[in-house]
């Protein structure tokens, strides 16, 4: 084991960190699309090392057991993994498994629950629900207080607003940085943000689609200012950043970014999923390149 190993998981998770406190100058769908994939990796790379890690110590601790461990699965060098490093590896590693099983049945738990309701034809309560549930048996639930609250081209935008969220498959953008912050607390202000570029992309489809922000920002304050509770699956159409949201669609649509987003994008996705990569293995791979 080298300092290597530790280096993939540290450079994604420098990378996130600083993503969580500056803005991406992108428009909202290259924004979300980046700070997933950081978020994605940079899970990836400290889950992957911390991994690895723990392995490597409890063969240190149980030799005869290491014998039956995969060589790839191995630093390769006999050198123990000191417990300074290895008991908080191993915790880590444990702690992220239950995390991740914990979210993973609260969303299928969530998810079920929604398509549920969708299954009506209306969600019957007077508070302003609008959600837009995922999967197959998913839609766009809205309730009977929405639908008495708001005139037809205010209801239009809602709608429009929901059904980019499913177009563009928004649930998984969410539960990349969901899963990244539970995982790793540095990233919850990454998370933070990429829940707002999500809520801005749909905003930015919807009066594209509509030609008309203004009423798309009105009909957010109107939605933001009367509504109550909402169901579990998140986000609702006006849960997120409401006054930001509202400023960005009253002045000027955003550069579409056709060059430099894809280009950003690329770089860093290329970047970040090559560390995570070698986060599993980087100790065989340094080996390799050096020899």
Not at 100 to 110: E, F, G, I, P
Not at 164 to 185: N, S
Not at 224 to 247: I, N
């Amino acid at each position: 084991m080298t300092w290597f190993t530790l280096l993939p998981a540290a450079l994604t998770l420098t990378l996130g960190v600083v993503l969580g406190r500056v803005a991406p100058p992108l428009h909202p769908r290259w924004s979300a699309r980046l700070l997933a994939v950081v978020a994605g990796t940079t899970a990836t790379a400290v889950a992957g090392t911390a991994l690895f890690v723990a392995v490597n110590y409890v063969a240190t601790l149980a030799p005869a057991a290491a014998r039956r461990l995969p060589e790839w699965a191995l630093f390769g060098d006999d050198v123990a993994v000191p417990a300074v490093l290895g008991a908080p590896a191993l915790a880590v590693t444990l702690v992220n498994a239950a995390v991740v099983a914990r979210l993973a049945r609260r969303w299928r738990a969530d998810v079920r629950t929604a398509q549920r309701q969708a299954a009506g034809t209306v969600l019957d309560t007077d508070d302003l629900v609008a959600v837009a549930v995922p999967g197959r048996a998913g839609g766009v639930l809205v309730s009977r207080g929405l639908l008495a609250a708001l005139a037809p081209p205010q209801l239009r935008a809602v709608l429009e607003h929901e059904l980019a969220h499913l177009r563009h498959r928004h649930h998984r953008y969410l539960a990349a940085g969901a899963l990244a912050a539970a995982t790793l607390p540095p990233l919850r202000r990454l998370n933070e943000r990429l829940r707002f570029a999500v809520e801005r992309w749909a905003d930015e489809d919807a009066a594209e689609r509509l030609g008309d922000r203004r009423l798309v920002a009105r009909t957010i304050a109107h939605v933001a200012l009367s509504r109550g509770a909402r169901p579990p699956l998140a986000p609702g159409f006006a849960d997120s950043a409401v006054v930001r949201r509202v400023e960005a669609l009253l002045t000027d649509p955003p550069g579409q970014n056709t060059i430099s987003g894809p280009v950003t994008l690329a770089g860093t996705g290329v970047t970040t999923s090559g560390l995570a990569s070698l986060a599993l293995q980087l100790d065989q791979a340094v080996a390799f390149v050096l020899h």
